[in-house]
């Protein structure tokens, strides 16, 4: 089992929906989270940080984190094409920081 | 208001030659993380530095690669001997305190290609 795991995608929303991604981690230790946007060829970019259970929200942007559960999801309301890219779910593990492979997004016009 | 600073930003090298790679965190950050990522993959941990100190190289292969961060200077991630597995991307990250309370945030990256 991957200590991040995500669907690889590419997951493909019209412009305007609402994209869901989500991603699931082992260590029930961890308390940090993470989400990056990666667009081909460019560095990680931080979205979103969320450390206690519930949602955050940030503009368009929500994440959302269950312990009990072991899962962190990213909502993405009114999606654009500008948000086509991937999105690397984060979790911290002692002094390091386990990224997962990562879900291509393609948001259609 | 600097960024993350990497160079060079992309490096050609001939197999069994030496690759150097330079990290400046931004300011007023003291902690340095090493990650690479192969085409279509993730990022993988290699090395968290503070100045002059190493924390955690547990991602970093035990042989031809070696990672400092000075007291001045840049971070410099180094690959003795490169084969063609080590092409991939090399991205620098840095925090302002201690790892998993605070973000990190990455250089551009250097784009390493082995001949």
């Known amino acids: 089992q991957k200590e991040v795991e995500q669907n690889s995608g590419p997951l493909s929303v019209p412009e305007g929906a609402i994209a869901s991604l989500n991603c699931t981690y082992s260590?029930?230790?961890?308390?940090?989270f993470f989400w990056y946007r990666q667009y081909s060829g460019k560095s990680p970019e931080l979205i979103m940080f969320?450390?206690?259970?519930g949602d955050k929200e940030d503009g368009r942007f929500t994440a959302q984190l269950n312990k009990a559960s072991q899962y962190v999801s990213l909502l993405i309301r009114d999606s654009q094409p500008s948000d086509s890219a991937t999105y690397l779910c984060?979790?911290?593990?002692?002094?390091?920081?386990?990224f997962g492979a990562g879900t291509r997004l393609f948001v259609k016009a | 208001n600097a960024g993350v600073m990497q160079n060079p930003r992309h490096l050609v090298r001939r197999r069994g030659q030496e690759a150097r790679l330079r990290c400046s965190p931004m300011?007023?950050?003291?902690?340095v993380y090493w990650y690479r990522q192969l085409p279509e993959e993730g990022l993988k941990f290699m090395v968290y530095?503070?100045?002059?100190?190493?924390?955690?190289e547990s991602g970093m292969p035990k042989e031809r690669f070696s990672a400092e961060f000075p007291k001045e200077g840049p971070s410099i991630l180094r690959i003795q001997q490169v084969v063609r597995g080590d092409s991939a991307a090399y991205f620098c990250?840095?925090?302002?305190?201690?790892?998993?309370?605070?973000?990190?945030?990455f250089g551009p990256g250097t784009r390493l290609t082995v001949l």
């Open positions: 990250a840095s925090s302002p305190a201690l790892q998993g309370s605070d973000t990190q945030y």
């Open positions: 260590d029930r230790g961890s308390q940090s």
């Open positions: 969320i450390y206690s259970n």
């Open positions: 984060a979790v911290n593990r002692g002094f390091k920081t386990i």
């Open positions: 300011k007023g950050h003291s902690h």
């Open positions: 530095l503070q100045k002059e100190n190493i924390i955690d």
